[in-house]
């Protein structure tokens, strides 16, 4: 029942949107809305319905981009939000991207593509693929969707929104609904740095939105060691350039390139003494993407005047060979002597010159000679992260907003100053300074952990958070822990403050469609305490309403509502419904116009066991060995009270990590026994010798000596009394050791075969981390007598490029 009420709602939106009432706009016959009828193009030629249309400067309804920007970056992604102000809401709505100057009749009149973000709010029109609609029908006052900007030449775009209410449609040309924005073309040639003519002092807020993230930049991407680096900066003079495009890196630009370490850029900042007025610094992020409501895009204020009105930044995109983003002399001054009041600029990588990597992963090789800076592009190298064999744009993989939040001093800008120029100049609140140095890189503070008196006594709380890495070693990181005072549950006025409500949503209709009734609105928890406590806050309340106090013929009577529905969800966030009859139709014969269903949204308890009420997990240990095969642990911790029950939740996890391999020193076989003395009188030698059993790896202590030779000495020998007898004897003698040595040297050939000399090592198998190479010996005569197993080929194999990668 509940299936076909939904599918009779969507007809009935449908027929709306495709302008097929034919007793509202009877110049469309209904016949119209069909999709081979110039595609989708009867969606923009739909009319308002209802008996008065919409009435002028009518706004409760937005269709917003975030940052507003009036340009779009090709190939970049937007979220595209439509809502409705309090305490306004609509049921069904469309949104399309539609060129400028085109009418929709064409597949190609549409620009970009749209992505879902919840599937429960949204989904491709059926009958128009290009254009998005609500998935289920019922009162909402927000959805969100990603747009994806076309490709460059695609020139200006207007994002368009429909909006169905009841019976009443809001459409597209109504200016709050529609968005226009043209395409951003990217600049790099140099720009000529002007003499600025401003007065006084500008104070800026820099906030830098990282998007690199695996969603945007699938290809490769690096999800365990993901992160951006401690961003350095500076507002300077013309007369200082921290870094440029067809220039090439100082050595402070090359280390945080390379490393991420922003100390030596900063050193080379503060040298240049009146050239810099402020030196503009964010910390690390790790990991580089977290949405906003879970971490908050970092930001840093900085100051400018007439003679310092550039403004510089760069951070590296980690891991990469030397890849990074910034901005290079972004000149805050006007043409008119004043300041600018807005920056947004989307970020594509450049490198840096000093590293021929080309994956985000890949080993150390120095650029020799280096090379000069230059954005990368989509057809650098197949193996790149941003390649595409088409040549597109590469997707930012940042953002930067640089706004201005006061000016000191007397101004003398020409233009005189507008609403957005007061504004900006009213003072802002200082935020509490983070004395936490830029070379410390911590993990995000966990949440708080219980009071430890669960009673009006006083007690404490603590949270923690992990050193992750400490670029400096003489700078010294702060504590990882910290504690704040609390009491128990009840004890303070404050408690309330720690359970975080939605916004009320609008109220229902009245529950009478004649005379005096009432109405309701709800709201959920969004964020429960820290401690695992309840909220106290209601969710719920209602008020009297009055409809129609005269009860006219054409009014219709109407009975309560009925019971709602159970929620379709066990927990979190799901639906219900209601219904009610009609009593009494209008005695005028009219048709009832009162709702007879209702449908609302409604808060279960958080789907989660109770008794396990759990902290994030923690970052992963670093690895339990130092090379080779070791393990990694995280943990979480209990936040809910061990009162409510045992939960069998795991607290800690195990998994395996793998390092550099380890360095194996080379493995030597037991010494010879010592040879004979070489001579069988006077001074001779003893040999012995050793075999490799194993060539060093991966960095391991080269091998030793194989051989070792001593002097020996047999008796002293006796020349001059020799008879002619005796030395015949010695040289005979003599004569068989030749013999016996040349049987020897010879064995091959005695067993049937001769032998070629030993061939040269072939190449080695790998360049780097361990490989082999042989070598071979053939027989080159075979004789007659010779057996097939005697005169076989002989392989030698050895170990080569053993040097770590």
């Known amino acids: 029942m509940k299936a076909k009420r939904s599918e009779m709602w969507r007809a009935a939106v449908l027929l709306l949107l495709t302008g097929c009432v034919c007793a509202s706009v009877p110049e469309e016959p209904a016949d119209r809305a069909t999709p081979s009828d110039g595609y989708c193009s009867w969606i923009t030629r739909a009319q308002p319905h209802g008996a008065g249309g919409r009435r002028e400067g009518f706004s409760e309804f937005r269709l917003r981009v975030e940052g507003d920007p009036e340009h779009y970056q090709p190939g970049s992604t937007y979220r595209v939000t439509l809502y409705a102000t309090n305490p306004a809401y609509f049921r069904g709505f469309t949104l399309i991207a539609l060129k400028e100057g085109h009418n929709g009749d064409q597949e190609e009149d549409y620009a970009g593509n749209f992505q879902i973000i919840d599937e429960e709010d949204a989904q491709f029109m059926t009958n128009c693929p290009p254009a998005v609609t609500e998935s289920t029908p019922r009162r909402r006052t927000r959805i969100q969707v990603f747009w994806i900007a076309p490709p460059s030449g695609s020139g200006c775009v207007l994002l368009k929104a429909s909006i169905v209410q009841r019976k009443i449609i809001s459409f597209q040309d109504e200016g709050s609904l529609t968005k226009r924005m043209c395409e951003k073309v990217l600049v790099l040639e140099d720009k000529p740095l002007l003499d600025c003519c401003a007065c006084g002092t500008a104070k800026y807020r820099v906030t830098f939105y990282g998007n690199w993230s695996e969603k945007l930049h699938p290809k490769d991407y690096p999800r365990r060691a993901n992160h951006w680096s401690a961003l350095i900066g500076a507002s300077h003079s013309k007369n200082y350039i921290l870094w440029e495009y067809g220039g090439y890196v100082s050595e402070g630009v090359k280390q945080v390139a390379e490393l991420g370490s922003p100390v030596k850029m900063e050193e080379e900042i503060r040298q240049k003494g009146d050239e810099v007025l402020t030196v503009i610094k964010m910390k690390a992020q790790w990991p580089a993407w977290q949405p906003l409501n879970v971490r908050a895009a970092p930001s840093a204020e900085f100051s400018v005047d007439r003679t310092r009105h550039l403004m510089s930044f760069l951070t590296m995109l980690g891991p990469s060979p030397d890849w990074n983003v910034g901005l290079s002399s972004e000149d805050l001054c006007t043409k008119e002597c004043g300041w600018v009041q807005k920056v947004v600029q989307d970020l594509i990588p450049w490198d840096a010159g000093t590293d021929n990597g080309v994956t985000y992963e890949s080993p150390n090789k120095p650029t020799t000679p280096q090379e000069k800076i230059r954005p990368l592009t989509s057809l650098d190298h197949p193996q790149s992260p941003f390649y595409d064999p088409e040549g597109g744009a590469i997707t930012p993989v940042a953002r930067v907003v640089v706004e201005r939040i006061a000016r000191k001093g007397e101004q003398c800008n020409i233009v005189p100053d507008n609403v957005d120029?007061?504004?900006?100049?009213?003072?802002?609140?200082?935020?509490?300074?983070?004395?936490?140095?830029?070379?410390?890189?911590?993990?995000?503070?966990?949440?708080?952990?219980?009071?430890?008196?669960?009673?009006?006594?006083?007690?404490?709380?603590?949270?923690?958070?992990?050193?992750?890495?400490?670029?400096?070693?003489?700078?010294?990181?702060?504590?990882?822990?910290?504690?704040?005072?609390?009491?128990?549950?009840?004890?303070?006025?404050?408690?309330?403050?720690?359970?975080?409500?939605?916004?009320?949503?609008?109220?229902?209709?009245?529950?009478?469609?004649?005379?005096?009734?009432?109405?309701?609105?709800?709201?959920?928890?969004?964020?429960?305490?820290?401690?695992?406590?309840?909220?106290?806050?209601?969710?719920?309340?209602?008020?009297?309403?009055?409809?129609?106090?005269?009860?006219?013929?054409?009014?219709?009577?109407?009975?309560?509502?009925?019971?709602?529905?159970?929620?379709?969800?066990?927990?979190?966030?799901?639906?219900?419904?209601?219904?009610?009859?009609?009593?009494?139709?209008?005695?005028?014969?009219?048709?009832?116009?009162?709702?007879?269903?209702?449908?609302?949204?409604?808060?279960?308890?958080?789907?989660?066991?109770?008794?396990?009420?759990?902290?994030?997990?923690?970052?992963?240990?670093?690895?339990?060995?130092?090379?080779?095969?070791?393990?990694?642990?995280?943990?979480?911790?209990?936040?809910?009270?061990?009162?409510?029950?045992?939960?069998?939740?795991?607290?800690?996890?195990?998994?395996?990590?793998?390092?550099?391999?380890?360095?194996?020193?080379?493995?030597?076989?037991?010494?010879?026994?010592?040879?004979?003395?070489?001579?069988?009188?006077?001074?001779?030698?003893?040999?012995?010798?050793?075999?490799?059993?194993?060539?060093?790896?991966?960095?391991?202590?080269l091998c030793p000596e194989t051989t070792q030779r001593k002097t020996c000495k047999i008796k002293k020998c006796n020349q001059g009394g020799l008879n002619s007898d005796e030395r015949k004897r010695r040289k005979e003698d003599r004569k068989k050791r030749r013999n016996k040595q040349g049987r020897e040297e010879s064995a091959d050939e005695l067993a049937g075969c001769k032998m070629k000399p030993w061939s040269a090592w072939i190449d080695c198998t790998k360049l780097c981390g361990g490989g082999i190479q042989e070598r071979l010996m053939t027989a080159k005569k075979r004789y007659k007598n010779a057996q097939v197993t005697s005169c076989k080929d002989r392989k030698e194999i050895r170990a080569c490029n053993v040097h770590p990668c």
């Open 421 to 701: 120029d007061i504004v900006a100049d009213i003072a802002q609140e200082e935020k509490e300074e983070d004395d936490t140095p830029e070379t410390c890189i911590y993990s995000n503070w966990s949440p708080w952990s219980a009071c430890s008196s669960s009673t009006c006594e006083k007690g404490k709380r603590m949270r923690q958070r992990m050193l992750k890495a400490q670029l400096d070693l003489s700078v010294p990181c702060p504590h990882t822990q910290d504690f704040e005072p609390c009491m128990g549950p009840g004890c303070s006025d404050e408690d309330a403050s720690t359970c975080m409500m939605s916004e009320w949503i609008t109220w229902s209709p009245c529950s009478m469609s004649c005379g005096a009734g009432v109405r309701s609105r709800e709201r959920y928890v969004k964020q429960f305490p820290d401690d695992g406590f309840a909220c106290t806050h209601s969710t719920e309340e209602t008020e009297p309403c009055t409809v129609n106090d005269d009860c006219s013929p054409s009014s219709c009577l109407v009975t309560e509502w009925g019971e709602w529905d159970a929620c379709s969800a066990t927990c979190g966030l799901g639906m219900k419904r209601r219904e009610r009859m009609v009593k009494m139709p209008p005695s005028d014969g009219s048709i009832c116009g009162a709702e007879v269903v209702e449908v609302e949204r409604c808060m279960m308890p958080e789907c989660h066991t109770i008794p396990c009420l759990l902290s994030p997990w923690s970052d992963w240990s670093d690895c339990s060995v130092t090379c080779g095969k070791g393990t990694r642990i995280r943990q979480r911790m209990l936040k809910s009270p061990v009162e409510l029950g045992e939960c069998k939740e795991e607290l800690e996890q195990m998994e395996k990590c793998m390092l550099p391999e380890c360095p194996m020193d080379c493995v030597m076989s037991e010494w010879s026994e010592w040879s004979e003395c070489s001579k069988s009188c006077g001074k001779g030698h003893l040999i012995r010798s050793r075999m490799i059993t194993l060539e060093p790896q991966f960095g391991g202590d």
